[in-house]
């Protein structure tokens, strides 16, 4: 409500509080979320859904807006639902718990969200929208990008390219000078040591092709 | 010592003092151990055996109590010993390490213990007696049972359920949705993508049976 | 430059920023690189070669080194390397992270460094020029061997004994009481279960040989 506090509106529902309540450090309110499939005024544990995606132009204008729709197996029209919002850059947020280990030349593209024991060494770049979340590593020199989702405690080693609106599973591995092609989606505790093409599902360990996410994968939007 | 320190002592003895050591944090001391199997008097790394478990009435009535008895393949044996010891509710301590990310309306049972680093998303509920390990993760809405484990860097999906006695070994993931059943044990880094039955033991990625435990597994009573 | 400030000098180049930038904390600075692959005064980051390794002898007698030269199936030259330096013992640095859970009786050897997040539980060893990456998990009881490497995000469990030299990838985990020999590469994810010999490669879950390492393994210097 002061000046000095940050103030923000969450594009989701009940499965994004998990990142607006442990990340969301001091300093920054969540005013409630924009929710497609529930009616203005429902509750979310606790914080109201203030109206559908489309009504973002109706908050105040210091509102910052977060959207983490990261869906496996429905990033392609995860990633361009979000491009459509036609929120302008300045308005999205990104948010970083402290409680992380990011060194100082990192860059985080905006909209994104690094949750807490989180690392990130040096030289990585990362996109907008990208999910990164609780003790996750990223190591030097990787290159993430938009709308990349990294479960929790997935690990990417040094020189890692992972392409557009890949999903890595928790507890997944990737190894050093990997390529992940773009809306791959990487198993739980994948151990991927050689590259990934685009569209491709991998499990297992070591990781093995085990299907394919359709270009248009995820059009139906369900509940986020 | 003085009446804002909190004052322990262990149901345990060598491998339980790296509970102790690295979970104890400001303002609570260890006074020693309760243990049958080494003599009252006996030195554990600097701390005392002060007795065997059935002394434990004869402790001061500030003095708190934990029993990180938790033993892989043991489980049904070491939670009915727990139970027995009739230490009134009020009696056990609940000790959760500063350096963790825990959500606001997370619910854990006493003489439960949570270790550095680990996290417990939004409207998950542990009950008594579980340990979780450092760096351990455990996702939104779950449930996990009393006198459960969780070993160091465990994953648990969102809305997971962990049955009471269940041991998860260090590294391994459960998938969202999923349901571990009583006194299960999942092998260290094993990835469970399917639910697993009660007093089953699976290993592997995926992880598939590889024995079961006998419902009265570990009545011996061994050091801990 | 004052008094109170830590002056740092980097055996290695850009690989080895990624250590540096994120492990130096508050009242520690770091002067630059010896390397013997890049001229002196070439940039590495902001930072400057300083010289190549035989040069070491001519920085302030302040100045304190660390050779984090660790390289995965080149272990064994790169420890001949950092042994033959001749760098008196008490000129090494060693390197550990503030946000670490680390028991007040461990020992960790000189050189070696300890990344963010990392846990090394009571009565555990470490030895001289060793590498824990972040969020490593150390048990209780361990023993670390000179020159050996913990990727990210590794697993010790209790008792574990690490032979000289071994190179543990990023995600393995090594069950409790197992012992690992000296110069043996545990590959990235990898899920140790059974002993495994020294100079021998395993790889999977649960972890097999798929190779060895040659007795003189990296004696060509490569960059670092």
Redesign the interface.
């Known amino acids: 409500m002061s000046g000095d506090e940050r103030r923000l509106v969450i594009f989701g529902g009940p ?1 994004s ?2 990142v607006t ?2 990340y969301a450090g001091a300093g920054t309110r969540v005013l409630g979320y924009l929710n497609d499939t529930m009616p203005a005024g429902s509750d979310v ?1 606790g914080l109201p859904v203030l109206g559908g995606f489309a009504d973002w132009p109706g908050q105040p204008a210091d509102v910052q807006f977060l959207a983490p729709l990261h869906k496996v197996k429905q990033m392609p029209a995860r990633a361009a639902l979000v491009e459509r919002l036609g929120v302008p850059d300045d308005r999205w947020a990104t948010l970083v ?1 402290p ?1 992380t ?1 990011i ?3 990192v860059h985080i593209g905006f909209s994104s969200h690094v ?3 989180a ?1 990130i ?3 990585s770049r990362l996109g907008r929208h990208v999910g990164v979340r ?2 996750v ?1 990223i ?2 020199d990787c290159n993430i990008g938009d709308h990349v989702f990294l479960g ?2 997935a ?1 990417c ?2 020189y890692a390219r992972i392409g557009e609106g890949a999903h890595i599973g ?2 997944a ?1 990737i ?1 050093e000078n990997i390529a992940v092609g773009r809306f791959a989606v990487i ?5 991927v ?1 050689v590259d990934v093409p685009e569209y491709t599902i991998v ?4 990781a093995r092709p085990i299907g394919e996410i359709a270009p248009l994968a995820g059009t139906e939007q369900s509940e986020v």
């Not at 198993?187 to 151990?191: N, S, Y």
């Not at 499990?203 to 070591?206: E, F, L, M, R, S």
Request: with cysteine; aromatic share 6%; hydrophobic share 35%.
């Open positions: 499965g509080r998990a309540a442990t544990h718990d409680r280990a060194a100082p030349d949750g807490a024991f690392h060494q040096p030289g609780g003790s590593f190591g030097h929790a405690q690990f080693g040094g928790p507890c591995s190894r198993g739980m505790g994948a151990v040591v499990a297992g360990n070591p």
